[in-house]
């Protein structure tokens, strides 16, 4: 467990400290190492906060799959892959920061699941409340992270950086480093035999971004996730055919209830292979021509920038060691993740990883020794092989009581049950509602017991 020092030890040693990312984790970030008195520099590849909400309506310079021209570099044009229609799939209320609500703002989106701009706007609101654009370089993005060598006492990490308008290569030095850089960019793709050579069109939803490109055609979706049926739904008005292909033909009754009211909307089972001749064959032996084939299977974690020595890899996405998610047992505290665990409530959670990590940093807290961290990942590691959890989900959390504890590494609040409740809630109605449940929904208790606790009491600004 993580312990408290001594007195002498824990007065403020201040470090200067690398953010790499001005997105959700990198802002709060930001925000709670200078609250403990680091020294901050956030590097932002783009030209404001937001990270993967700062919407990229131009992708003509991206891939259509995401995939790289340079051999061994994983580097994108294109950050965000938020589509022009996303709306958020959880109420407004459960994901503000803990001392600054999501509230509904006149003049601007006021629904509880607004679309994409309104959350942008947020943490611009937020980056403003707080001050925190004045530690931000814009239009800078981190090249290389590495260990530098001569020092062998203490830890520092050199950063090379390029300025995305001039050119100009920067080299520094810093205590510290926070890769905060986002899980939704690099995607994620299966493979499928005859992929390769199938000459018909082939897009990754990270480059999605509007219908109209895919009018009148035959499209095969690939995932049943939420985007992929958000993305469906959306095409059914443009596409002349849409076929659904998913890992599992036990689907919710609110994606029945919208197949059955499109009968332009298909469901399929997982591609058993693509022919030359435009076919997309299903493992039931069913096919369809098809003139374009658009992933909606998710997104890799990539770091291309960072050179540990292989002590800290990406193996079928699971990015280890770290300890809790948050930090590599052998170069910790001097490097950390924040914004790695997937399928929870985000902002409070990056809150507590950006607490810890600025309050580890400073010396009030401090970490196991590396042999017992190492030690709890490995046993973590053995519990979800054990649960019979898929590697590349190792970080998906989806569980309360893990957020709980991890809060209280920092001391930082519990989750609120009405917050757990309102999430739940929303997921459930979802479930049985796909098309209607960001607009109709039965939980306006709990929504009054939330607007009456103390997360929206007393708000000044």
Known sequence: MVSVTSSEASRNRSKKVCVIGAGPSGLVSARELRKEGHKVVVMEQNDDVGGQWLYQPNVEEEDPLGRSNVPMNDELKVHSSIYSSLRLTSP???????????????????????????????????????????????????????EEEKNEDVRRWIVKSREELSGKVMEEIFDAVVVATGHYSHPRLPSIKGMD?????????????????????????????????????????????VHLSAKSLDITSGLSKVISKHSNLHLHPQIECLKDDGRVIFVDGSWVVADTILYCTGYSYKFPFLESKGRVEVDDDRV????????????????????????????????AQAKWIAQVLSGKLSLPSSDQMLQSVADFYRSRDLAGVPKHNTHDIADFTYCDKYADYVGFPHLEEWRKLLCLSALNNSQENLETYRDSWDDHELLQEAMQSSHFANINF
């Open 320 to 351: 280890g060691p770290l300890f809790e998610h948050t930090f590599p047992p052998c170069l910790s505290p001097s490097l950390s993740f924040v914004g790695i665990p997937r399928k929870l409530i985000g902002f409070p959670f990056f809150e």
């Open 92 to 146: 407004r209320e459960i994901m503000g920061y803990s001392d600054f609500p999501f509230l509904a703002k006149k003049g601007r989106d006021m629904r509880r699941f607004p679309g994409h701009k309104e959350l942008w706007l947020y943490l611009k609101d937020f980056s403003e409340a707080f001050g925190l654009r004045e530690m931000i370089r814009f239009n800078v993005r981190v090249e290389f992270v590495g």
């Open 197 to 241: 050579s199938w000459k018909r069109k082939q897009v990754h939803s990270h480059v999605y971004r509007v219908p109209d490109p895919f009018r009148n055609e035959v499209v095969v979706v690939v995932g049943n996730s939420m985007s992929g049926q958000d993305i469906s739904i959306e095409l059914v008005e443009v596409a002349k055919e």
